[in-house]
């Protein structure tokens, strides 16, 4: 499967399904939404702009999703919704007050971040250089809210997401392909990178066992989300 670059979308010449981002057709509930993103990556060529589009159209219902919506107190959690038929994972994020993640990239993956409910935050990094001791600045934040989707890869940068309320949770709806297991989380006082491991918290609603989730206290202490 080839994902085309945000940048040069595919041309529609061809009238190729599910390549003119405008000729998404809005889907009425999140059962739809991911009937249709199987459909789309089930062709070799998935265009960006077709997915953050018809992701954009879902118009967030909790009633939808609240059964992967299982949130703890201490950290935020991520929650599978669909495995993609191996393409993709579709997975619910809930953030808790003021609850962040580390920076991070995403394993040569794209990943498409959709608002459902609450406002998140976003720093946006360019790659520290191998050598690097200094401080990792932001070039950009940004706050999203629901119907937004924005998007992600590892050409365009690595990110910080957090919930920047302190009186409200948050939701996000996460699509990234191909799956992955592992990815870099960077110290921003150094840049210096570690690999770590991401972790379900539920899977289909239903709470992910702890065995399943790490078997010593290090997996559990560096088991990150992104
Ligand atoms: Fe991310």
Same mark, same amino acid.
């Given at each position: ?7 040069? !979308? ?5 009238? #190729? =399904?599910? *390549?003119? !981002?405008?000729?998404? +057709? ?5 059962? #739809? ?11 070799e &060529?998935?265009? $960006? ?6 992701m ?9 999703? &609240?059964?992967?919506?299982? %949130?703890? =107190? ?5 929650n599978?919704?669909? #495995?993609?038929? /191996? ?6 994020l809930?953030? /808790?007050?003021?609850?962040?993640? *580390? ?5 040569? %993956? ?6 459902l409910d609450? &406002? $998140?935050? #976003?720093?946006?990094?360019?790659? =520290?250089?191998? %050598? ?17 989707c924005?998007?992600i ?11 920047? *309320?302190?009186?409200? !949770?948050? $939701?996000?709806?996460?699509?990234? %392909?191909?799956p992955?297991?592992?990815c ?9 990178k570690?690999?770590?491991? +991401?972790?379900?918290?539920? &899977?289909?609603?239903?709470?992910? !066992?702890?065995?399943?989730? /790490? ?12």
């Amino acid at each position: 499967m080839e994902i085309e670059n945000y940048d040069t !979308p595919l041309e529609n010449e061809n009238n #190729e =399904p599910y *390549s003119d !981002p405008s000729k998404v +057709v809005r889907p009425k509930s999140l059962e #739809e939404l991911i009937q249709e993103l199987h459909k789309i990556f089930a062709h070799e &060529k998935v265009n $960006v702009d077709y997915v953050q589009r018809l992701m954009t159209l879902y118009i967030s219902n909790k009633r939808e999703w &609240k059964k992967y919506a299982k %949130s703890d =107190p201490h950290r935020y959690t991520r929650n599978l919704v669909d #495995e993609g038929n /191996g393409k993709f994972n579709l997975m619910l994020l809930c953030w /808790g007050e003021a609850h962040g993640s *580390s920076i991070h990239s995403h394993a040569n %993956s794209h990943c498409f971040l959709k608002v459902l409910d609450g &406002k $998140v935050r #976003e720093e946006l990094y360019d790659w =520290p250089s191998e %050598s690097s001791t200094t401080e990792m600045k932001p070039r950009a934040i940004n706050e999203y809210e629901t119907p937004c989707c924005t998007y992600i890869n590892d050409n365009l940068g690595l990110h910080r997401i957090e919930n920047p *309320s302190h009186s409200d !949770p948050a $939701v996000t709806l996460h699509l990234y %392909s191909p799956p992955f297991s592992e990815c870099d989380s960077f110290d921003q006082r150094t840049g210096h990178k570690q690999k770590c491991k +991401v972790t379900f918290w539920s &899977k289909f609603g239903q709470r992910t !066992p702890f065995g399943k989730r /790490g078997t010593c206290q290090e997996a559990q202490q560096y088991a990150e989300n992104n």
